[in-house]
């Protein structure tokens, strides 16, 4: 047979590997997919309700490693059970049928009351795809490689839920992964040196370097910037992370877009950032885009290029309605440079991001900075509801 291989990015996620298998004598045929990207640093759980038949056309990439899970019907398709896939919530419904169906006639033959149980169960899956009633469709994937399409992207989706976690030990073990502890360095011989190590280029795989050193950003704290080029395909790439603790609080920046000199303004967003643009309907999730260390331009042109590049979008695959409204969000948000009035506004629940303040060490009329109490579901995301630093001595010592 033949197998066939594609590269091909999805719609406001990553790129991907399609494989599809053919042959001429069986007529046998199979497709799986693979991400063309690395581990990401953080596991990923998508939860949508699903409530009308629109819903069940969703794309879905479902890892090797990911679990999917309908709650009101108990039912799971555990980690490393199917292979990769790129389909829909109904694709992955039917291939659980199919999967089910397989065996059913010597169920039949051999136990008659498992056989039936099987039946009916079969038969609650099937109605699931009619939507008489909504139910809940979740994919929990360790790697942070899995994705549920948002039909309203750029805009906020109301019915999905995004939520990034820390993998457990347990959970880490399961993807191969391995800490090693190395001695730290004093704070004060990191200021002065840039850090190398070597790692692997995140798009032809080969042998690369990545550089790090602390920066100390004016009025704000210190941060990690990393940056990774390699010589054999000329890519490259930027990543900042917070060099700090949590923040005891979240922080909510709104500034004023009143002026084209605002778009110089320093910004610094850290991956648990959200972003939204009031007058232009548009947020930009924690996670999106990494951690970025630029201008109020420059994230702007960040967020045009991730549109831009998706070939689904505003490519030969797009459809016109989509492509059209794509096309006139990404007018409107060149406009947002001092000529149109706008409000842009971060969220930040660990407290991390930066927007420069021209006036400091006065107080700048156009920007307003809210420091806020995170709600669990926020301290849930961060890890922090598990955390615990004080007193765990004792107990430790209780419990032997």
Known sequence: GVTRLLLTRIPFFKEIIVSSFACDSCSWSNTEIQSAGRIQEQGVRYTLAVTSRQD?????????????????????????????????????????????EQDQPLRRATDGEVANKIDEFIGKLKQLKEVHSSFTFIIDDPSGNSFVENPHAPRKDDALVVAHYRRTPQQAAMLGLEREEKPADSVEELRDEVLQFNTNCPECNAPASTNMKLVQIPHFKEVIIMATNCDSCGHRTNEVKSGGAIESQGTRITLRITDPSDMTRDILKSETCSVEIPELEFELGMGALGGKFTTLEGLLKDIRDLVERNPFTLGDSSAPSQAEKLQEFIGKLQEVSGKTQARFIMDDPAGNSYLQNVYAPEEDPELSVERYQRTFEQNEELGLNDMKTEGYESEGASRR
């Open 56 to 100: 069940m056309n969703r794309e879905v990439v479902k890892t090797d490693c990911a679990t999917a899970r309908i709650p009101e019907l108990d039912f799971e398709i555990p980690a490393f059970t199917q292979k990769g896939v790129l389909t829909t919530i109904e694709g992955i419904i039917d291939r659980a049928v199919a999967g089910l």
